[in-house]
């Protein structure tokens, strides 16, 4: 269906009205619910020390080249600043005054742990026009798949977590992101970071049970002890004993943008930390798809005609002669002799 400017408004239009007046009518499909046997992580940013060996063990994991400071000849450690083409993890630090006290908003510091959230409603997933991007019925887990992938980069723009990067310093550029670490799972793994984790601050499990045990954390006061599951929550791995910290009172990732599978606890403000709090308790998607799909579907008049352009240039190209080459480039080649 061929989709013209008046009718895009038209639509635009409606959904924004909708919007204005009640949120639940502006929607164009219902939000999508986790699947119940969804894994996730718990990423606990008072119990993260730092020692980014998460970082290096997702890097390992995943085959990602190093990454060095630009404009430095000689580098000995790999050095990533932020998620791009070749980190998929990074741990960033929040800073305040004098910085002296761990998990503390005001002359404090605190650590948090950047990568793919795996969304309950991914953005990602509904922008992507030819279903690169896909999530699991059963874990839940966002995957990107190179061999479907145009390079389009809409779900760079699509994520309000800035987090799929493009490779852009090769010829052949691919989307990247954590896979939560799909190919060590299907053996039965654990995700690198949450197997190498000194600490239990990036914790793995079902998020049904991640989430109780972020509740449990909440509910207990500031200096309490408390046994901190590592690895894998309810995982044979022995426990760290710890205190409580100062915690924000509010499991992110629970509910924002129609809730995530990775969740965060920490002490300081979730906006200071990086992540985007004011926003709604619906993904994206279930008030967008609608429009963009419609979008999409008069996308294919355009690439018909493109698929016809590449038929008429082979049949005009003709076959290969004995050389291996086609008349058409034959001829060029004559040309410049
Ligand atoms: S965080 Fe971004 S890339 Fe990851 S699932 Fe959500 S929308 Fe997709
Ligand atoms: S789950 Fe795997 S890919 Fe994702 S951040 Fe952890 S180690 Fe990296
Ligand atoms: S391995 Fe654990 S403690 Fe170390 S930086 Fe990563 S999340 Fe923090």
Redesign the pocket.
């Known amino acids: 269906m061929a989709l013209n400017r008046r009718d895009f408004l038209k639509v635009a239009a409606a959904a924004g009205a909708a919007g204005a007046v009640d949120t639940a009518s502006a929607f164009q499909r219902e939000p999508k619910t986790m699947p119940p046997n969804a894994v996730g992580m718990l ?1 606990d ?1 008072t ?9 290096a ?1 997702c890097k390992e994991a995943n085959h990602m080249p190093p990454e060095h400071d630009a404009g430095k000849s000689e580098v000995m450690w790999d050095v990533p600043m932020d998620l791009s083409g070749k980190t998929l ?1 990074i ?1 960033k630090v929040y800073q305040d005054g004098n910085v002296t006290q761990k998990d503390r908003e005001i002359n404090g510091y605190s ?1 948090v ?1 950047r990568h793919c959230l795996h969304c309950v409603d991914p953005s990602c997933v509904s922008a992507c026009p030819v279903s690169a991007m896909t999530k699991d019925p059963k874990t839940g887990i966002v995957e990107h798949h190179k061999d479907r992938c145009i390079g389009c980069r809409y779900c760079v723009y699509a994520c309000p977590f800035a987090v799929p990067k493009f490779e852009y310093d090769g010829p052949f550029g691919q989307i990247q992101k954590c896979q939560f670490c799909a190919h060590l799972q299907a053996k039965g793994q654990l995700p690198a ?1 949450c197997d ?7 914790l793995f499990g079902l998020v049904e049970d991640l989430k109780k045990e972020a509740q449990l954390r909440l509910s207990k006061k500031p200096g309490e002890s408390h046994r901190f599951a590592r690895g894998k929550l309810g995982g044979n791995r022995p426990a760290q004993d710890g205190t409580i910290a100062n915690y924000q009172k509010h499991l992110y990732g629970d509910k924002e943008l129609g809730g995530t599978q990775i969740l965060y606890l920490s002490a300081v403000p979730f906006e200071k930390i990086g992540l985007p709090t004011n926003v709604p308790e619906y993904g994206y998607p279930a008030i967008t798809e609608g429009i963009q799909h419609t979008l999409y579907k008069g996308m294919l008049p355009p690439l018909a005609l493109l698929a016809g352009l590449v038929y008429l240039v082979h049949r005009t190209a003709g076959k290969p002669d004995e050389s291996g080459e086609t008349p058409r480039k034959t001829k060029v080649k004559k040309e410049k002799s």
Not at 47 to 55: D, L, R, S, Y
Not at 196 to 202: D, I, K, L, R
Request: charged share 10%; proline share 4%.
């Open positions: 990423y940013a119990q993260c020390i730092g020692c980014k060996a998460c970082v063990a993890n741990i650590f742990k970071c190498v984790c000194p600490t239990g601050a990036s």
